[in-house]
């Protein structure tokens, strides 16, 4: 069984680590740190918080995933995932009510991990992580257009429908200089990979924004012009007001980014494994995510899970333990020791640009149009948390798309449930059921039951109570395809046996798996039929009918 706390890096430490993966460690902790600079300064501005948020979350978190996490070559950090959560945390608590909520969030997570929930986690349904994943893709696309353009529009509305129809009657008042360095961040950002795929067409538009700005006498809108000078020092930690009165309010945004942080974050280890071949540790990882978490509210940061993009980078360029997680934090933090001024001339236009490709990239539209020709039960998941991530909330979205994707699951095992009568089996030597010539008494009437026996079957025993015919003294039923019965299950069966045993029909089953045969058991059903009358296999059950 996997350990419930073990981190990578002392397992990979201590089986061995040579000057040579040291070197490629260090290359490629170096790399993810100069890609991870843009990103980690965009989301925060997209998110509603200074740039130095996005930094701060970076390094602290960072760290934390790498030191403590349960896979070799995780890269954590803040992500597009949670722009749109953390803004409307903030919109609606405050940043305070961000940290309180980071903090508790990572809490959560630690419990998950303790409680050995990385696998469960796993089992959200897919439409339904498309779904919210390409509606926040959207809205990060949408909240850039006024800065891409710089549209004067003052305040934009919280709602989706609101920011779109004033972003459409603001287009006026577009900036060409804006627009100018949001398309050639935009092209850099998308375009860069094909001349140099070691640094990232997103650094080289920060920088040529930032030296455009400062040598060009370039007028346009800056960081420092809406968020002044990034600090170049790291802050204590200092522990947020926290009351009991109020601890509630924060319960729905903490499990909302405990939830999301956790799907992301294994969703990242399990690419990473595909990639390197290795084997990450579920529940180390939501601990070192929750522990992460809890470090970057402590200093002030915004919540941080592992980062898919920035871990295939880490990859493909040689990283293979979690040294390079660490190397990749200490550039984050040397940068914003010693040239974090300088950041402050960096166009927000370009940094819309690069968001607006990160949006592209993590809208999974491909994803979205295949899950659209499929299933429409998928399709009812994916539109309707798609739809909510939209217009609604993301808490919601995820709510509701967790219960409608159950109700739906239950109503697909409902009908793959079967109660029925059997009249003829294929002649197969190798079925063991193949009804033929097997000169069965006028009077017996054979059934089989499919499927796992819950209350989304209860009316088909129903059913099959009112079907029987009254000249039948003897009910054979076949349960081989019956893996489990739950207590509604187990109810209505013994309802319907106890009204042949009234009618005083002899109920005789076959192939009753082990643990089923122990829930008859606990239930007083083997006693109600008698446990004579039950058997592992068809021909003993047939063998016996023929007898009676």
Not at 82 to 92: C, L, R, S, W
């Amino acid at each position: 069984m996997e350990p419930i706390f073990s981190p990578k890096l002392f397992t990979t430490l201590k089986a061995g680590y040579s000057r040579h993966q040291f070197t490629k460690d260090v290359m490629a902790g170096i790399i993810v740190g100069i890609v991870a600079l843009p990103l980690a300064i965009a989301f925060a501005i997209a998110s509603g918080v200074g740039p130095e948020k996005g930094l701060l979350t970076a390094i602290v978190a960072g760290f934390l995933i790498s030191i403590l996490g349960g896979s070799r070559v995780q890269i954590g950090g803040p992500t597009g995932a949670f722009v749109v959560i953390v803004a409307g945390i903030i919109a609606t608590y405050g940043i305070e009510g961000l940290i309180i909520s980071t903090i508790m969030a990572g809490i959560i997570m630690v419990i998950f991990g303790l409680f050995r929930l990385g696998v469960v986690i796993r089992f959200i349904p897919y439409p339904l992580v498309v779904g919210f994943t390409s509606g926040i893709a959207l809205l990060i696309f949408v909240t850039q257009i006024k800065d891409f353009f710089g549209l004067q529009t003052g305040e934009l509305p919280a709602d989706f429908i609101g920011k779109v129809s004033m972003l459409a009657r603001s287009f006026h008042s577009v900036n060409w200089v804006s627009l100018v360095f949001g398309l050639g961040s935009l092209l850099l950002t998308l375009f860069w990979g094909k001349i140099s795929s070691r640094i990232p067409g997103s650094l080289i538009a920060l920088l040529g924004g930032a030296l455009l700005v400062a040598f060009g006498g370039v007028q346009v809108e800056t960081i420092g012009t809406k968020f002044g000078e990034i600090p170049s020092t790291l802050s204590l930690p200092t522990f947020p007001n926290l009351s009991w009165d109020t601890i509630y309010m924060y319960i729905g945004p903490a499990f909302t980014i405990a939830l999301l942080g956790s799907i992301e974050s294994l969703l990242s280890a399990v690419v990473s494994d595909g990639m390197i071949g290795g084997r990450h540790r579920s529940n180390t990882e939501l601990i070192a995510q929750g522990i992460a978490n809890i470090g970057s509210g402590l200093f002030g940061g915004i919540p941080a899970t592992g980062a898919i993009a920035r871990t295939a980078t880490n990859v493909k360029n040689g990283g293979r333990t979690p040294v390079a997680g660490l190397v990749h934090a200490l550039v984050l933090l040397l940068i914003m020791l010693f040239a974090g001024k300088w950041a402050g001339l960096i166009p927000l236009s370009v940094l819309a640009g690069i968001l607006m490709v990160v949006a592209y990239n993590m809208s999974e539209w491909r994803s979205f149009v295949s899950i659209l020709k499929g299933s429409r039960y998928d399709v009812l998941v994916l539109v309707t948390s798609f739809v909510l991530t939209v217009v609604v909330d993301l808490t919601i979205a995820i709510q509701v798309g967790m219960v409608l994707a159950a109700l739906l699951f239950m109503k697909r095992m409902a009908d793959v449930g079967e109660v029925k009568p059997l009249v003829a089996y294929p002649q197969d030597e190798k079925d063991d059921a193949a009804m033929v010539n097997l000169e069965l008494p006028a009077t017996c009437v054979v059934y089989e039951i499919s499927g796992p026996l819950f209350f989304g079957v209860a009316n088909k025993f129903k059913e099959l109570m009112h079907n029987i015919p009254d000249r039948s003294t003897l009910v054979l039923i076949r349960m081989r395809n019956v893996p489990m019965i739950d207590a509604t299950g187990v109810h209505n069966f013994k309802a319907m046996l106890q009204r042949f045993v009234h009618q005083r029909k002899t109920v005789v089953l076959t192939g009753v798996n082990a643990a089923v045969v122990r829930d008859l058991d606990r239930h007083g059903i083997t006693e109600l039929v008698g446990p004579e009358n039950i058997y592992a296999t068809f021909e003993e059950a047939v063998s016996k009918v023929k007898m009676l």
